[in-house]
């Protein structure tokens, strides 16, 4: 397993950018996929994007796909998502992930990552 800090979020308007980050301890970093995940009041944690070990995959929600960019630093041992044009929707508590799904269809998958941050908040007024 790896641990994993978030930092990053914050308070701002509707329509304006973030970018949360994940840095993980561990040697073996580089043989994760990471995730990140989102939850907000009263709902299921849910999916928002994830990226292979080698970061040639990434994967992303639809409902953030073209505003969201999700990009990996091995040689730092960290992984970052860029969150542009943000909406009040995307309010919620954002956790980092680390996880080895054994197929592409799994990234999204909370049960296939196996290591979580304590999450960080982002909230967006309208």
């Known amino acids: 397993q790896v641990q994993l800090v978030e930092s990053g979020g914050g308070l701002v308007q509707t329509g304006a950018s973030l970018r949360l980050s994940c840095a993980a301890s561990?040697?073996?970093?580089?043989?994760?996929?990471m995730g990140w995940f989102r939850q907000a009041p009263g709902k299921d944690r849910e999916f928002v994007a994830a990226i292979s070990w080698s970061g040639s995959g990434r994967y992303y929600a639809d409902s953030v796909k073209g505003r969201f960019t999700i990009s990996r630093d091995n040689a730092k041992n960290t992984v970052d998502l860029k969150m542009n044009s943000l909406k009040p929707e995307d309010t919620a508590v954002y956790y980092c992930a680390a996880g080895r799904p054994p197929e592409i269809t799994k990234v999204t998958d909370l049960g296939e990552y196996d290591s979580w941050g304590q999450g960080t908040q982002v909230t967006v007024s309208s």
């Open positions: 561990g040697r073996t970093f580089s043989h994760y996929a």
